[in-house]
């Protein structure tokens, strides 16, 4: 099993609005991660956790907050997003140990629109 | 600053024949590239990877070409077929100095098309 699961797979929030993406994965990796995609564009890292702790977070605007209940779950919290925020949100995992196979795998992505 | 490049923004082959993708970095702490395959308003799929200490990995029709002194890689596919038609992203991965932090960085992406 190799299936990381995102829901919703369309959100459309407005811009006063507070809404949750989840992200599940069951292959036991300890990394999970989340990405933006604009069109045309590569996936942009936004956070990386890491044994369920905040390892990297790239400079992301607090209205995106990360959240890690267990090492199967990610979830990222919007709040008060702009227009431009709208993008496909990718969910990532990885068995997050150094010397051991490190491909990421994706989940299908949460399409986001601000309106 | 890329550390990943893709040159090629799109590339268009017949049938059949090979197609040829191919990858530029300039970070040398990357250790591991991997190959991804995206259509359109879904997540990438994992297609082939390679660790900095080999030169070669071969997957079915897929293999991965790795040019350390170079900094290039390349990913091959023979025969090309019209499914694999897709966008195709080039990635590398390395640890911080502290080995604590993973990161995975994207090209930019080469848009293949396979004519029937």
């Known amino acids: 099993d190799t299936e990381v699961t995102q829901t919703p797979k369309h959100l459309v929030m407005g811009m006063t609005n507070k809404k949750s993406l989840k992200c599940e994965q069951h292959?036991?990796?300890?990394?999970m991660y989340w990405y933006k995609q604009k069109a045309k564009k590569p996936p942009e890292l936004m956070f990386v956790?890491?044994?369920?702790?905040?390892?990297i977070n790239e400079s992301v605007p607090s209205r995106f907050s990360p959240e890690c209940p267990n090492s199967s779950l990610l979830n990222l919290h919007l709040h008060a997003l702009q227009p431009e925020d709208s993008a496909l949100y990718l969910c990532?995992?990885?068995?997050?140990?150094?010397?051991?196979?490190?491909?990421?795998?994706f989940g299908q992505g949460t399409r986001l629109t601000v309106v | 600053d890329q550390q990943v490049k893709q040159n090629s923004p799109s590339l268009s082959v017949q049938e059949g024949r090979i197609s040829i993708l191919n990858c530029d970095y300039t970070?040398?702490?990357?250790?591991?590239f991997l190959w991804y395959k995206k259509y359109p308003a879904e997540g990438p799929t994992f297609l082939i990877s390679?660790?900095?200490?080999?030169d070669k990995n071969e997957d079915g029709r897929f293999t991965v070409f790795l040019n350390k002194s170079a900094k290039h890689l390349s990913l091959h596919i023979v025969p090309s077929q019209p499914g694999d038609s897709a966008v195709y992203f080039c990635?590398?991965?390395?640890?911080?100095?502290?080995?604590?932090?993973?990161?995975?960085?994207f090209g930019k992406g080469t848009l293949l098309t396979v004519n029937p």
């Open positions: 990532a995992s990885s068995q997050g140990d150094r010397g051991r196979n490190t491909e990421a795998f």
């Open positions: 292959m036991g990796h300890r990394a």
């Open positions: 956790y890491s044994y369920e702790k905040l390892s």
């Open positions: 970070n040398s702490m990357f250790d591991y």
């Open positions: 390679i660790s900095s200490i080999k």
């Open positions: 990635a590398a991965s390395g640890w911080n100095s502290g080995g604590s932090n993973y990161k995975l960085t």
